[in-house]
């Protein structure tokens, strides 16, 4: 890898977020694998998040059975605690959609583009402009609502009219954690085929998918069966918990490579047929062109 870069430390030196909400959904639902459907995940993506967290914590918080799971007395506190925790992040997301957005500065992007990119780079904004607020209207549908100020896409932008530019041209790499890697050598594409695949079922039309990249390199042929989620984040997840291996945007995954969490299991890269854009909508405002050029400028 070129660079090594920290990860920032968690606020309040709490437990990861995906750790606590596997806890949550286990314990209300009273199992691992009922937790795993509501989630979209494998039981065994669930029981790793929870073990993680009792190792974190120094207790246990489940009595397992062999017909299921029983909270155990520290587990039963930490359900009401993050149960209320929850509710009062419910009541502010609800009050916050319901604040007038004049003075702030709307954003529609997709779930993996404002995790992996945009909320980074709107840190670095406020920085230098903390007195712009910007709010981001997050939806995997492809459609974002008439009133948003920007939006950022993934296609032909030449197919939009008015104010639109191009954030990055992105290429595609395969992608798993350093141990399955080292546990599943790969020589070539051939070899990679044989090997559980983590799909990534998006509703955003265009989002190049396994069988494409394989035929971007020449592979026609059948391909294991494979998991499969409609969450980027959660792919991303589950290639870290060894699972298999994940198609990597390596504009968008820069981090988890630069860190090693995730690593190349090819040198292969497959370019990207369309960009990533933002666009100015008409009845956006002085403030809200002052963040687009910002995120033109510094892309």
């Given at each position: 890898m070129?660079?090594e870069?920290?990860l920032?430390?968690r606020?309040y030196?709490?437990?990861?977020m995906?750790?606590l909400?596997s806890?949550?959904a ?9 937790a ?5 995940v494998?039981p ?7 073990r993680a967290?009792e190792?974190?914590l120094?207790t246990?918080?489940f009595?397992r ?10 587990g039963a ?5 993050l149960?209320?925790?929850f509710e009062t ?14 003075a ?9 583009v ?8 709107l ?8 007195d712009i607020?910007?709010?981001q209207?997050?939806?995997?549908t ?6 948003c ?5 993934y ?5 939009e009219?008015?104010?639109c530019?191009?954030l990055?041209?992105?290429?595609i ?6 141990s ?5 050598p ?19 039309t ?11 390199l ?8 494979s998991?499969?989620v409609?969450?980027y984040?959660i792919?991303?997840?589950?290639a870290?918990?060894d699972?298999?291996a994940v ?5 968008l ?14 040198a ?8 990533f854009y ?5 009845h956006a405002?002085?403030?809200?062109r ?10």
């Amino acid at each position: 890898m070129e660079s090594e870069a920290t990860l920032p430390k968690r606020p309040y030196d709490l437990p990861p977020m995906r750790a606590l909400v596997s806890f949550e959904a286990a314990a209300r639902n009273e199992g691992f694998k009922a937790a795993a459907r509501e989630l979209n995940v494998t039981p065994a993506a669930i029981s790793h998040q929870v073990r993680a967290l009792e190792a974190e914590l120094q207790t246990p918080l489940f009595l397992r059975h062999h017909r299921g799971v029983e909270l155990t007395e520290t587990g039963a506190y930490l359900l009401v605690a993050l149960q209320r925790g929850f509710e009062t992040m419910s009541d502010a997301v609800d009050q916050l959609k319901s604040r007038p957005t004049r003075a702030s500065v709307t954003i529609g992007v997709t779930t993996a583009v404002s995790s992996l990119w945009l909320t980074p780079k709107l840190a670095q904004f406020w920085k230098a402009h903390g007195d712009i607020s910007v709010a981001q209207i997050v939806s995997d549908t492809g459609k974002h609502p008439a009133e948003c100020d920007l939006s950022i896409h993934y296609g032909n932008m030449a197919r939009e009219s008015g104010t639109c530019a191009i954030l990055f041209h992105d290429r595609i790499m395969a992608l798993a954690s350093p141990s399955f890697a080292h546990a599943h050598p790969v020589a070539g594409v051939e070899d990679l085929t044989k090997l559980p695949l983590i799909h990534f079922d998006s509703a955003v039309t265009g989002w190049t998918d396994w069988p494409d990249w394989f035929r971007a390199l020449g592979h026609t042929g059948p391909l294991r069966n494979s998991h499969q989620v409609n969450n980027y984040l959660i792919a991303l997840q589950a290639a870290q918990d060894d699972m298999g291996a994940v198609l990597g945007w390596v504009g968008l995954t820069h981090a988890y490579l630069d860190s090693g969490v995730l690593v190349p299991l090819l040198a292969d890269r497959v370019e990207l047929p369309e960009d990533f854009y933002i666009k100015l909508h008409r009845h956006a405002s002085g403030r809200a062109r002052l963040v687009y050029d910002w995120l033109v400028a510094s892309s």
